[in-house]
């Protein structure tokens, strides 16, 4: 299995939670499973063709979705229509506010793609806490042992 995992990571707090993410894919994965890491300025369309299953780990800038990441969507979305419908996706979002904004902007990108929310986008809001960590390492090992056991 193959999967993409985009992160955006400005900061110390934001890596930890890309490599937390990491972590957790490859604890989860089998011996054949793939992950590719990207930041969304790296990315292009034809990465999603070279994914069974991706996780995007994002940012709210001023309550809405991160200049980096729409540009991304700006880049690829056209391309991305009807290409992977069904694709298992699940998002993080690190929130200095609310995080609501940014939540609907992605739902309505996966629905729109035809993606599959395989859980709503885990909002990590207020001030940096550790247990941060663990809700991402959950979702991390969420979507790969789902999709590499069929259930997504």
């Known amino acids: 299995m193959r999967f993409l995992l985009i992160t955006q990571t400005p900061s110390p707090n934001t890596i930890a939670l890309s490599e937390a993410a990491l972590g957790a894919m490859r604890a989860h994965g089998q011996d054949k499973t793939h992950i590719t890491i990207k930041s969304p300025t790296e990315v292009i369309a034809d990465d999603l063709d070279n994914c069974d299953g991706l996780l995007l780990g994002t940012l709210e800038n001023i309550g809405a979705l991160s200049g980096l990441t729409k540009d991304m969507f700006d880049r ?3 391309d991305w229509l009807g290409r ?14 609310d995080g609501t904004a940014t939540k609907r902007t992605l739902t309505a990108y996966a629905n729109a793609l035809s993606w599959r929310l395989i859980t709503p986008p885990i909002i990590l809001h207020g001030s ?8 991402v390492e959950e979702l991390g090992g969420m979507i790969v042992a789902g999709v590499e056991a069929g259930i997504y």
């Open 84 to 97: 992977k419908e069904g694709l298992p996706v699940a998002f993080y979002i690190r929130a200095g506010l």
């Open 76 to 78: 690829c979305y056209n």
């Open 128 to 135: 940096y806490d550790d247990a941060f960590i663990a809700r």
